[in-house]
């Protein structure tokens, strides 16, 4: 049997969907000749699509896996068209497609994973740089990508139990071709940008990126609904009585970072080249300085309007780094009791819960301690093995099941 992921998110160069797409790879490869093949009688060849960007980061020598370079950007029109030949000239038994953008003339069955259904609660022209008609068109794409994938998959996985009811209330998609399968939380200390940082104590670090000894933390992308905006003012009217702390930022500084910037600017919280600003934006951090960043965090804040699942605060959990979260979506779901939850639409409720946690150290520490357990319950291998688990369903003849 030959079954083939697309892996072209894999890595960083797919943010967060690039978290997930590697660890379930390199997960499953492991986990492919071990009993679970064995005991079924099934054993399975890999093919990894991968794109030009991430083509020599996947390294693997096992025989039974095979890496494929394809130069079909996501969401594109070669994408549609280009990527089926690829598919079809592999002689594929199964294909699974990480995220919603499944071409529509996929020639073999597949399982698709679908992580949130964003685009359909916030369909708003700030969450794109095109023009408005552009925006529009995509988005209707968009939906009619998303719903020929659902009615076409043999499984759809999803990593939430919110996710799989919100495509069931959305799409009306029978609840028993959906999977639930939590993701698990990556030890960033094991990653493999981590060699180069050994030899640096944390402190060289923090000062690499001047960073205070006070700081808030946030870490993720900058789109309008993770609703970083609010967080700045609720920020600004912070620095009003502790002027020694600071707001860090973390991620890569695309359109929508130089967009929070602006706004930034704005409030006076931030300029271009001030190292004192009180606002800092280092831009993307690799994994093992990204640990350092979230031990020396006062605190981890995690404001979005919409998650279907939430990896940016179970990474801090990791590190005893202590989370105030919104309590909309998947994120309670998620994140349990080990978290002080607030409005995330609501400034002064924001306001109050930060300034409560930062004067309290002991509920601090209580919830590193909650956090810790609660990051128990979620582990890449158990994802991948589950995720092995839906191909073995769906291959295996009728009669054996």
């Not at 967060?16 to 490869?29: A, F, H, K, S, W």
């Not at 370079?69 to 029109?77: A, E, L, P, Q």
């Not at 992580?115 to 022209?125: C, R, V």
């Not at 910037?261 to 831009?283: C, H, K, M, T």
Request: hydrophobic fraction near 40%; charge should be neutral; aromatic fraction near 14%.
């Amino acid at each position: 049997m030959k079954i083939g992921i697309d892996a072209r998110f894999y890595g960083p160069v797919g943010k967060g969907l690039g978290r997930y797409t590697q660890e379930v790879v390199d997960n499953i490869i492991k986990i492919s000749n071990s009993n679970l093949s064995a005991d079924r009688g099934m054993f399975f060849d890999y093919v990894i699509f991968l794109s030009p960007d991430n083509f020599d980061e996947f390294d693997c020598p096992q025989k039974n896996v095979k890496k494929v370079k394809i130069n079909c950007s996501w969401y594109g029109w070669e994408e549609q068209l280009l990527f089926p030949y690829y598919l079809w000239r592999e002689h594929l038994d199964l294909i699974h497609f990480p995220h919603f953008n499944v071409p529509i003339l996929s020639p073999k069955k597949f399982v698709v994973t679908i992580h949130d259904l964003i685009l359909t609660h916030f369909p708003t022209t700030r969450a794109t740089k095109h023009n408005h008609f552009w925006y529009y068109f995509k988005n209707l794409a968009y939906r009619l990508v998303i719903l020929i994938a659902l009615k076409r998959a043999q499984r759809i996985i999803t990593v939430s139990r919110f996710t799989k009811e919100d495509i069931v209330k959305q799409f009306k998609i029978s609840a028993d071709k959906i999977t639930v399968i939590y993701e698990g939380v990556a030890k960033l200390s094991a990653s493999r940008d981590s060699l180069f940082v050994t030899k640096l104590d944390n402190q060289e670090i923090l000062s690499q990126h001047h960073i205070p000894e006070r700081f808030l933390l946030y870490v993720g992308n900058a789109y309008p609904h993770k609703n970083l905006e609010l967080l700045l003012r609720v920020f600004n009217r912070l620095q009003i009585k502790e002027s020694n702390l600071h707001l860090v930022l973390v991620g890569k500084i695309d359109y929508f970072y130089r967009r929070l910037q602006n706004y930034a600017r704005s409030l006076n919280l931030w300029q271009e080249g001030n190292i004192n600003s009180p606002v800092i934006f280092p831009g993307y951090v690799p994994d093992a300085q990204l640990e350092i960043f979230y031990k020396a965090a006062q605190l981890y804040v995690f404001p979005s309007l919409y998650e279907g699942f939430g990896l940016p605060p179970l990474e801090a959990m990791s590190q005893s780094c202590p989370v105030l979260s919104s309590d909309r979506a998947a994120l309670p779901e998620i994140l349990g009791e080990a978290v002080q939850y607030c409005h995330p639409e609501s400034e002064s409720e924001m306001f109050d819960r930060i300034q409560n946690l930062l004067q309290d150290p002991q509920q601090r520490e209580e919830l590193e301690k909650r956090g810790l357990e609660q990051i128990k319950k979620y582990s890449w291998w158990e994802c991948a093995r589950l995720t092995l688990e839906v191909y073995h369903d769906i291959l295996q003849p009728p009669k054996n099941r």
